[in-house]
């Protein structure tokens, strides 16, 4: 069972950078699909970037495209999530979730364990 840690949030100004990092006490994360997700208040959960367990295949939302980039180092067992160019609406608590091999896509539902989420905070 993979037992998830996030970390790497905190406050940056609007086009500023941050990593997000998500490492496992339990399971190695090569044998997961990945998801990063964010929940800002009053909003609902909504998926950001996914990783396939083969970690060939990725997949973003529309509102990071090109901004973020999620990754995988399986010698450190830590997923990040590298977000440039950031912007206030990206302010939330960021999650990292794993799903079994035939997880994929941005469906929070699909995923089985979550971390506990990091802040990300993006203001003047």
């Known amino acids: 069972q993979a037992q998830l840690v996030e970390s790497g949030g905190g406050l940056v100004q609007p086009g500023g950078s941050l990593r997000l990092s998500c490492t496992s006490s339990?399971?190695?994360?090569?044998?997961?699909?990945i998801g990063w997700f964010r929940q800002a208040p009053g909003q609902e959960r909504e998926g950001v970037a996914c990783l396939s367990s083969s970690g060939a295949s990725t997949d973003y939302a529309r509102s990071v495209k090109g901004r973020f980039t999620i990754s995988r180092d399986n010698a450190e067992n830590t997923v990040y999530l590298q977000m440039n160019s950031l912007k206030p609406e990206d302010t939330a608590v960021y999650y990292c979730a794993v799903g079994g091999a035939s997880t994929y896509g941005l469906k929070d539902y699909e995923y089985d364990y979550w971390g506990q989420g990091t802040q990300v905070t993006v203001s003047s």
């Open positions: 339990g399971d190695r994360l090569d044998y997961y699909a």
